[in-house]
């Protein structure tokens, strides 16, 4: 469903959108017809009022002049607020449509795909380059179609009051809109360039805003304002070179006026002495020149819009047709997990030839706890990535009550498997909102209370003016990196999965704290199973089973007695940390 929509959008993203919405379409182009068709007319009732006003005839006609003037040109305000405002729909529809399409469908791509597309180019695709598509369908069509019809209306009338004025007035005319084009190419050129300075001018800012403590530390305020000063400069130079082929803009398009105007009088200066040709009919046709010049500088205008949004959809449609690595395709649903099972699972980044896991197995029943340990690096992250599909299984086998999980429905998969991940993230919403994040609704406050104080940041919150409604992020409270980390796992522990892992979760959580949480998990988690990821041995005090990465190996896995008496890994942690953890 979804394929055949986007393969009609890439076939012709023009028509696809005037069949999204052919109302606002056709009755925008039915408007501006109608609008240019006035705009036509408007300097024959003006020449024929002066020709009147000339020929001294009786008051009552000229008032009659007057009034179809007036009606022509209060129609014509109408027409013209119609068709902007039926067209604009047409257009304003189109952009977001498309842009929600984009959203909807980069939500649906694996880690990797963000990993490799920077989030300054997906914003710049989600704003720039759709901006563009919208100029190109919207305004790009409209003035193309505006300078067509213009020009399909104007120059019979043009011919039909004089030919031989016509060609000969008209003969640079055809050279403005090469000469738009061009123009709008150094501007593009320009105003990239302007952008880009921009975009390096805001990024300094909020780093140096971001990091002002590490700045501060540092006391390099004087080098960041040098850096600024310096980007600041840039922008401005680039913002000149943009204003000066800016300015080429109208007198490009005055050229073809000045030139006809001028060749008028010249042309007309026989026929008017002779009065072969009366002075109203010489004005209407010098409003005719005039008004030619728009739909050359339209046809010139339209095309540059048309090239650049060309170029912006080409990205759209790359980003478009770019496809998971991680397909949602099983069909089964766990309703009770009972086993997990690792078989020989290897892994390797597809940036990178190094295999970061080799040939991991193991076995974790339903109840049971699983610590991982292992030095930084060893590949814990990246086996906990595999499970949860967050990364594509290339090598070896995951299953689920023995069923591999490509074949299970992805938030099955992830309603039985919840991992609070090793970054601590939250969004910048209220303390409650965060807790119910993965919930359908908002969690009652006896459930919130609850899951706090699990955590044992429930005295914490208290405290604060606005407690479970306090506004988290920029404008709001800003938490300690212990307290954000406990707010994580109270909103993995709320989501109640059979299995919960904690990614190194309590790396910054003081022991006396830690040991509150491990009882507590211990408690509300009996029935349920957990992974605890920890470089700490103090972390994993209360686990069955302990598994040790080395190099993304598995060098021992067991009971702590087991895995002391093979592990050198564990037994340099052991040493190292001076305690031997009493198992519980
Ligand atoms: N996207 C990636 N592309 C290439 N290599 C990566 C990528 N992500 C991680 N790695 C590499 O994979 C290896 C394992 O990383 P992983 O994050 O699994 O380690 P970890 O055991 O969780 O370490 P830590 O204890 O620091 O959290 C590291 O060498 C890391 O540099
Ligand atoms: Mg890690």
């Not at 008051?59 to 179809?68: G, P, Q, S």
């Not at 067509?148 to 043009?158: E, K």
């Not at 030139?259 to 026929?271: C, E, M």
């Amino acid at each position: 469903m979804q394929s055949s929509d986007n393969a009609r959008l890439f076939k012709s993203p023009l028509w696809y959108y005037i069949r999204n919405n052919p109302r606002a379409f056709s009755l925008g182009m039915l408007f501006l017809l109608l609008t240019n068709s006035l705009d036509g007319i408007y300097p024959l009732v003006m020449g024929k009022a002066l020709d009147q006003i000339t020929a001294q005839v009786p008051m009552n006609d000229i008032a009659k002049t007057c009034l179809i003037f007036f009606i022509v040109m209060l129609s014509l305000a109408g027409t013209r607020m119609a068709w902007r405002s039926f067209f604009g729909k047409y257009h304003t529809y189109a952009q977001e449509h498309l842009r929600q399409k984009i959203f909807n469908h980069i939500t649906s791509l694996g880690p990797n795909f963000f990993h490799k597309n920077q989030v300054g180019e997906l914003m710049s695709l989600l704003t720039n380059d759709v901006q563009s598509f919208r100029q190109a369908i919207g305004p790009g069509v409209l003035i193309l179609a505006d300078g067509l019809i213009l020009i399909a209306i104007l120059l019979p009338i043009m011919i039909s009051l004089n030919f031989s004025w016509t060609w000969k007035t008209l003969i640079f005319l055809p050279a403005v809109p090469f000469l738009i084009m061009k123009v709008m190419k150094l501007i593009h050129v320009n105003y990239k360039t302007q952008q880009d300075r921009f975009s390096e001018l805001t990024g300094v800012a909020q780093e140096t805003v971001g990091g002002i403590r590490v700045i501060k530390s540092f006391a390099q305020e004087g080098n960041r304002t040098a850096l600024f000063n310096g980007v600041s400069s840039a922008f401005e130079k680039a913002c000149n070179k943009v204003a000066k082929v800016d300015a080429l803009f109208m007198p490009v398009m005055e050229f073809g006026v000045t030139s006809g105007s001028v060749i008028l009088l010249f042309v007309a200066k026989d026929d008017l002495y002779s009065g072969a040709v009366t002075i109203g009919t010489f004005f209407a046709f010098h409003r005719y020149i005039q008004k030619m010049v728009w739909p050359m500088t339209a046809l010139g205008l339209g095309f540059s819009y048309f090239q650049k949004g060309t170029a912006s959809f080409e990205r759209i449609k790359e980003v478009l047709q770019t496809e998971t690595d991680i397909p949602d395709n099983g069909t089964i649903e766990i309703t009770k997990f009972e086993t997990l099972e690792f078989k020989n699972v290897s892994y390797k980044h597809k940036s990178s030839t190094v295999y970061v896991l080799k040939d991991v197995s193991f076995t974790l029943r339903a109840g049971e706890s699983l610590g991982i340990m292992g030095p930084v690096g060893a590949g814990k992250t990246t086996l906990l990535h595999l499970l949860t599909r967050l990364y594509p299984l290339e090598e070896g086998q995951i299953l689920v009550n023995g069923h591999r999980i490509e074949d299970i429905t992805q938030e099955s998969l992830r309603k039985t498997f919840l991992l609070v991940p090793q970054e601590a993230f939250l969004f910048s919403e209220s303390i409650s909102e965060n807790i119910s994040f993965g919930l359908e609704g908002r969690a009652s406050a006896d459930i919130i209370e609850k899951m706090t104080e699990t955590v044992d940041l429930n005295r914490e919150i208290q405290s604060l003016p606005h407690q479970f409604e306090s506004q988290l992020g920029e404008r709001g409270v800003n938490l300690s990196g212990g307290q954000k980390q406990r707010l994580t796992i109270a909103r993995g522990l709320i989501m109640r999965t059979p299995v919960l892992i904690l990614d190194d979760s309590l790396s910054a959580v003081d022991t006396r704290t830690e040991k509150a949480i491990e009882a507590e998990l211990a408690k509300s988690a009996s029935g349920f199973s957990r992974i605890i990821v920890a470089h700490r041995l103090s972390s994993l005090k209360t686990v069955d089973k302990l598994l040790i990465l080395r190099d993304g190996e598995v060098e021992a896995q067991g009971t702590y007695q087991q895995v002391l008496g093979v592990s050198p890994t564990f037994q340099k942690i052991v040493q190292i940390q001076g305690q031997e953890p009493t198992h519980e």
